[in-house]
């Protein structure tokens, strides 16, 4: 069984809010799993990435970017030579050399990097004289990254819901202030299986004139096989 609780009901004369924080365990989806990344895996928008992020895979949304910084010191002939997919336009190439000039120091190469439309795509990049021919010794660096639609939300449409009403066990009651009245109400229970979630968007009040009806709706993925 998965616990839940305080879930805060804040009452301004006839103004409801509800905030609800559940906690829910792990799921086990029945279906395939094609390592395909979605929403909830993207990384934000503006999100620097370094040497480090070599042969990783991120996930981003159409229209959000990305900052690429890698070591360069051009004044050794070496340079990164950086390839993009059509899915992927540069927005920014700069070189940013160090705070203090010195003779021969290095610096780091950045670009500013942008989606532009939805797909599976690899961002490459060769560290290499530029009159040398590729030898298969020189520094490299790759990206996979998926671009998904931004019309996406975290739960796809087609996914099929088993939908519910939380079960509450106790119920405390606080006053906040008393002009204007401000109530606070926190509901105590537990939720079936560790799939099982409180529905934010269809959590229904309905005014009763000397009080508040308020009903906790759940909802469960219908295809996943959950844990208790």
Same mark, same amino acid.
Not at 65 to 79: A, D
Not at 213 to 221: G, M, Q, W, Y
């Given at each position: 069984?998965?616990?839940? +609780?305080?879930m805060g009901i804040?009452?301004? #004369?006839? #103004? *409801?809010?509800?905030? *609800? ?7 086990? !989806?029945?279906?395939?799993?094609? !390592? ?21 895979? @991120? ?6 970017? #990305? *900052? ?12 990164? $030579? ?16 160090? !705070? ?14 942008? &989606?532009?439309?939805?797909? /599976?795509?690899?961002?490459? &990049? @060769? ?21 998904? $639609? ?5 739960? $796809?449409?087609?996914?099929?819901? *088993? ?5 509450? !066990?106790?119920?405390?009651?606080m006053v906040m ?10 509901? @105590? %229970?537990?939720?079936?299986? %560790?799939?099982? +979630?409180?529905?934010?968007?269809? @959590?229904?009040?309905? /005014?009763?004139?000397? %009080?508040?009806? #308020? ?11 959950c844990t208790d």
């Amino acid at each position: 069984m998965t616990r839940y +609780t305080r879930m805060g009901i804040l009452v301004l #004369i006839t #103004i *409801v809010a509800v905030t *609800v924080a559940a906690f829910s365990m792990g799921c086990t !989806d029945t279906g395939t799993n094609d !390592d395909t990344l979605d929403v909830d895996d993207t990384v934000a928008s503006g999100t620097v990435f370094s040497e480090e992020a070599n042969s990783s895979e @991120i996930s981003l949304k159409v229209g959000d970017s #990305i *900052v690429l910084k890698l070591n360069e010191n051009p004044s050794t002939g070496y340079s990164w $030579d950086l390839s993009l997919p059509e899915g992927i336009v540069l927005v920014k190439d700069e070189f940013v050399g160090p !705070d203090e000039p010195m003779p021969g120091a290095g610096g780091v190469h950045e670009w500013t990097l942008k &989606a532009v439309s939805e797909g /599976n795509y690899q961002i490459n &990049a @060769i560290y290499k004289r530029s009159w040398e021919n590729v030898t298969g010794e020189e520094d490299t660096f790759s990206m996979d990254v998926v671009v998904l $639609d931004d019309t996406l939300a975290s739960d $796809d449409n087609d996914v099929e819901y *088993v939908v519910g009403t939380a079960v509450v !066990d106790d119920i405390q009651i606080m006053v906040m202030e008393s002009f204007p009245l401000q109530i606070s109400v926190t509901a @105590i %229970g537990n939720l079936p299986d %560790g799939c099982t +979630t409180i529905d934010m968007e269809n @959590i229904e009040v309905v /005014n009763t004139g000397n %009080g508040f009806d #308020i009903a906790l709706k759940t909802k469960r993925p219908k295809d996943l096989a959950c844990t208790d």
